[in-house]
């Protein structure tokens, strides 16, 4: 059996996790936003966003290029 202290420790891990998890939910549904916002054009710069958020919408568009490029060379070798 798990005394108090170590079943306290494993509901704080367990709770940190949980709260990673959704900070990078979030994460990536502020940067699906962002895009789709600017493809949209209802966003014409990006000047209001902090560093961080750039970063990971640079990540998050090499990304979405990367499956274009996999897509369209399945497509271009006739395996679609």
């Keep these: 059996m798990l005394d108090v202290e170590g ?3 494993q509901q ?3 709770e940190k996790a949980e709260l990673f998890n959704a900070h ?4 990536d549904q502020e940067i699906n936003l962002i895009m789709k ?3 949209a054009h209802r966003r014409h ?6 560093t961080e ?3 990971h919408l640079k990540l998050k568009v090499k990304e979405s290029l990367k499956a274009i490029d996999t897509r369209l ?3 271009h070798l006739g395996g679609i």
């Design 7 to 9: 079943f306290q420790q």
């Design 45 to 50: 710069s990006f000047e209001d966003l902090t």
């Design 12 to 14: 704080v891990d367990k």
């Design 73 to 75: 060379q399945k497509i």
């Design 24 to 27: 990078r939910d979030n994460c």
């Design 53 to 55: 958020v750039l970063i």
């Design 37 to 39: 916002q600017f493809i």
